[in-house]
């Protein structure tokens, strides 16, 4: 696999923030259904503007937790969609293509945070 480049995560990071849009606009006009939409509208748009604001992190500590933010915020959006899936408010064929995406944004945030933060470690020693 090619190398990922920051201009591809915040380009893919977008998509999926519009992905995230059109799904919770799916979503069922009932109590849960909204309170759904809410967290994963609320989680899935921050992933793509926090890993902008850690693109323009003032220092490697800076970054690291900012990186933290969009690696939590990733997972969070999975954790949604996987309770639309697991409570059938939506046929998970609507919802597992999106779903896939935040668990490889996940994977790839998280191996992002871990690298950064070894590298920095090394640094200190």
Do not use: C
């Not at 995560?9 to 006009?29: D, G, Q, S, Y």
């Not at 259904?33 to 992190?57: E, H």
């Amino acid at each position: 696999m090619a190398d990922i480049t920051k201009e591809d995560l915040k380009k893919r990071t977008k998509e999926f923030a519009l992905r995230v849009i059109n799904l919770t606009n799916a979503l069922p006009n009932t109590y849960a259904g909204k309170v759904l939409a809410n967290q994963l509208l609320r989680a899935g748009t921050a992933v793509g503007a926090n890993y902008r604001a850690a693109l323009r992190a003032r220092s490697t500590p800076d970054f690291i937790n900012k990186i933290g933010v969009v690696l939590e915020e990733s997972d969070e959006s999975a954790y949604w969609m996987e309770l639309i899936i697991e409570t059938k408010i939506l046929p998970e064929s609507r919802v597992s293509s999106l779903l896939q995406e935040a668990n490889e944004l996940t994977a790839i945030f998280a191996a992002t945070h871990k690298t950064i933060k070894a590298k920095r470690t090394l640094l200190k020693s």
